[in-house]
């Protein structure tokens, strides 16, 4: 699903007044919406795993950045000689039952691009039960689990919750879905966070600033310099406008963007259309890590990949949280 554009006040001021009758119909919708999930938060009890858990998570719908930050939190808490692994629900994957990942074996139509992606740079688990997902991880010697979304997911105690902010475009209009992008009110979901990370460099939203939360800066950065030559680029993420510009901004000569849906499944015809409209530039495809493991291996031909990490710009910033976690005989 493509997002509505009067969604995204976040990127042009004038969208939260654009579609006033759509805004005004769905309003109904978006209280019923808000009263579903803050009656479904207020019911649960969360069960306490094994092990410590993490969770990174966000406030609105589509993409802000949380896989890269996991896969930096994992990676972060391995070099301390501790086994962390990412959890993940599997959105698009067939495949339900709790279990390891394996890049090797398993493809994103079986678990869902996220998980797929993280398990070519660490252990990576999927689990809709999220709780049978963390006690198994923890059978086979996890330590710390990060729960890669979740937020809203009230089936386990979560020990440290981060909630992943894009600070370009921090809650879209403002409104709950389906009105606005939002998962649930921006109250609502700082109260049970216990960090903030805010994705870029703009300034910390005022609603962040009143919630006290500590706010941890961080950023996008690629793994690799961009591919030299002209490129056609193509994107099916929360913001495709995002990796463009991060594309030209380190150097792509972009001839072409092309943008698709978040978690889109790419058919032999619209990869057809790709390869045809780079070839008409006399330019190679490139796409994100996300969308070329969504792409079947036999398909992948001619196709290159931008890769990107997560960098926190002070990592003792994190630290101070994850210490008292991660060594409380210490605290």
């Given at each position: 699903m493509k997002a509505p554009y009067f969604w995204s006040a976040g990127l042009d001021p004038k969208s939260r007044e654009a579609a006033p009758l759509t805004r005004a119909l769905l309003s109904p919708l978006a209280a019923l919406y808000t009263w579903g999930i803050r009656r479904k938060l207020a019911k649960a009890t969360p069960a306490r795993t094994s092990i410590p858990v993490i969770c990174v998570g966000n406030l609105t719908t589509g993409g802000v950045g949380k896989t890269p930050i996991v896969q930096a939190i994992r990676h972060h808490i391995e070099l301390k000689g501790i086994h962390?692994?990412?959890?993940?629900?599997?959105?698009?994957?067939?495949?339900?039952?709790?279990?390891?990942?394996?890049?090797?074996?398993?493809?994103?139509?079986m678990c869902g691009d996220e998980p797929l992606l993280l398990s070519q740079t660490g252990e990576s688990w999927i689990g809709k039960d999220r709780?049978?997902?963390?006690?198994?991880?923890?059978?086979?010697?996890?330590?710390?689990?990060?729960?890669?979304?979740?937020?809203?997911?009230?089936?386990?105690?979560?020990?440290?919750?981060?909630?992943?902010?894009?600070?370009?475009?921090?809650?879209?209009?403002?409104?709950?879905?389906?009105?606005?992008?939002?998962?649930?009110?921006?109250?609502?979901?700082?109260?049970?966070?216990?960090?903030?990370?805010?994705?870029?460099?703009?300034?910390?939203?005022?609603?962040v600033q009143q919630s006290g939360l500590p706010v941890l800066r961080a950023r996008i950065v690629p793994s690799a310099p961009a591919p030299s030559g002209p490129l056609v680029a193509f994107a099916g993420i929360g913001r495709p406008q995002k990796f463009f510009d991060s594309l030209k901004d380190h150097g792509g000569e972009i001839s072409e963007a092309v943008g698709y849906p978040d978690h889109h499944d790419y058919s032999p015809k619209e990869l057809g259309f790709l390869h045809k409209l780079a070839k008409s530039h006399g330019a190679r495809l490139i796409t994100t890590s996300k969308?070329?493991?969504?792409?079947?291996?036999?398909?992948?031909?001619?196709?290159?990949?931008?890769?990107?990490?997560?960098e926190f710009d002070d990592i003792r910033q994190l630290d101070a949280l994850l210490n008292p976690l991660l060594y409380p005989d210490n605290s």
């Open positions: 962390a692994s990412s959890l993940s629900r599997g959105y698009g994957g067939s495949e339900i039952s709790p279990q390891k990942i394996y890049p090797t074996w398993h493809t994103a139509d709780f049978a997902g963390v006690q198994l991880m923890a059978f086979y010697g996890t330590k710390v689990a990060i729960m890669d979304d979740g937020h809203q997911n009230p089936g386990i105690v979560k020990d440290l919750s981060f909630v992943v902010i894009d600070a370009a475009a921090p809650f879209g209009n403002g409104y709950v879905l389906p009105k606005g992008p939002l998962r649930e009110p921006v109250q609502d979901g700082l109260a049970r966070a216990d960090a903030v990370i805010l994705m870029g460099d703009s300034d910390v939203p005022e609603r969308d070329y493991v969504r792409i079947h291996p036999d398909d992948r031909g001619g196709i290159l990949q931008f890769p990107v990490t997560a």
